[in-house]
């Protein structure tokens, strides 16, 4: 299992093994193996944007605000990689081992072009 390490958190770049959805009132729901290890990044990234409403609230230097900006976008791209490839490795190998997988495939395309947008 590769791992790709942020700060303190190990995310492994794998998928969940066996994919636990579960479909309540239309919507998909699926555990995320390192649940974690994401709401700690997730929550890093908040304290983040706190620290950039500071700096604009203080009168900061435009610079330093941007590069803080960035240093958000680096971080929130991260988490996005790490999710897309638990789907990845998970949910869409699951769907195309039952029956092909031809609409989770198109989903994940879908949701690639959105990322890179």
Not at 16 to 28: L, Q
Not at 48 to 58: A, C, K, P, T
Not at 96 to 105: H, L, S, T, W
């Amino acid at each position: 299992m590769s791992i790709v390490t942020t700060n303190d958190d190990e995310l492994p770049t794998e998928g969940c093994v066996h994919c636990a959805t579960s479909e309540t009132a239309g919507e998909k729901r699926v555990e995320q193996p390192q649940k974690k290890a994401l709401l700690n990044r997730i929550r890093r990234i908040e304290g983040q944007v706190g620290g950039v409403l500071n700096m604009i609230q203080d009168d900061r230097y435009c610079v330093d605000i941007l590069t803080q900006i960035s240093a958000i976008k680096s971080a929130l791209d991260g988490v996005s990689i790490q999710i897309l490839s638990t789907h990845a490795n998970g949910c869409v190998r699951k769907a195309v081992q039952e029956d092909g997988g031809e609409e989770a495939i198109d989903e994940l395309l879908q949701v690639v072009r959105r990322m890179m947008r």
